[in-house]
T-cell receptor, first 111, second 113 residues
Framework: SQQGEEDPQALSIQEGENATMNCSYKTSINNLQWYRQNSGRGLVHLILIRSNEREKHSGRLRVTLDTSKKSSSLLITASRAADTASYFCATDAPNNNDMRFGAGTRLTVKP | DGGITQSPKYLFRKEGQNVTLSCEQNLNHDAMYWYRQDPGQGLRLIYYSQIVNDFQKGDIAEGYSVSREKKESFPLTVTSAQKNPTAFYLC????????????FGSGTQLSVL
């Protein structure tokens, strides 16, 4: 079963604006990861945040994690047309050894 | 795509036919995974393997089979028992069995003739 659920399903913004995507999950986790997928391609890892971390930055990306609410958010600042892609969160579970993905947020950045 | 090669990129299956999707990695990773992605959907786990000669079923293993005879290879067979095989199949690997960063192949699009 899917562990993470992204929100919104689709997001359309203008270049230069910020994009925020959310992920909720159901069971406790060791870590949460965000991935990006361009149409018809494989997924590319963006960032990993561990259960004992609250915030992490990587370039224009900022990820937060609230384990009490079982939720995470991905913020892309100063978006570019090249950021157009689908974004997925993935979670594990302490006693599992596989990663589960949500349905993704489809981001469109208009030039 | 991070040292993982999937082939072929496109594959067509006739009714009643078994087909095998190849996944090879040169990253010396222990864990390998197969996911299925339907249009506009997320990824669903088919099978995963943490070590050579061992693998576990994921959420949608019915109609699929795998083997892990070598560390670098994790082929997926879509059997005739899988009645709705049309999908995009993604293979991934990670360095340990503790769910670190996944490296993905570029995918195989399987269609039914």
């Amino acid at each position: 079963s899917q562990q993470g659920e992204e929100d919104p399903q689709a997001l359309s913004i203008q270049e230069g604006e910020n994009a925020t995507m959310n992920c909720s999950y159901k069971t406790s986790i060791n870590n949460l990861q965000w991935y990006r997928q361009n149409s018809g391609r494989g997924l590319v890892h963006l960032i990993l945040i561990r259960s004992n971390e609250r915030e992490k930055h990587s370039g224009r990306l900022r990820v937060t994690l609230d384990t009490s609410k079982k939720s995470s958010s991905l913020l892309i600042t100063a978006s570019r047309a090249a950021d157009t892609a689908s974004y997925f969160c993935a979670t594990d579970a302490p006693n599992n050894n596989d990663m589960r993905f949500g349905a993704g947020t489809r981001l469109t950045v208009k030039p | 795509d991070g040292g993982i090669t999937q082939s072929p990129k496109y594959l067509f299956r006739k009714e009643g036919q078994n087909v095998t999707l190849s996944c090879e990695q040169n990253l010396n990773h222990d864990a390998m995974y197969w996911y299925r992605q339907d249009p506009g959907q997320g990824l669903r786990l088919i099978y995963y393997s943490q070590i050579v000669n061992d693998f576990q079923k994921g959420d949608i293993a019915e109609g699929y089979s795998v083997s892990r005879e070598k560390k670098e290879s994790f082929p997926l067979t879509v059997t005739s028992a899988q009645k709705n095989p049309t999908a995009f199949y993604l293979c991934a690997s990670s360095g340990t069995a503790t769910n670190e960063k996944l490296f993905f192949g570029s995918g195989t699009q399987l269609s039914v003739l």
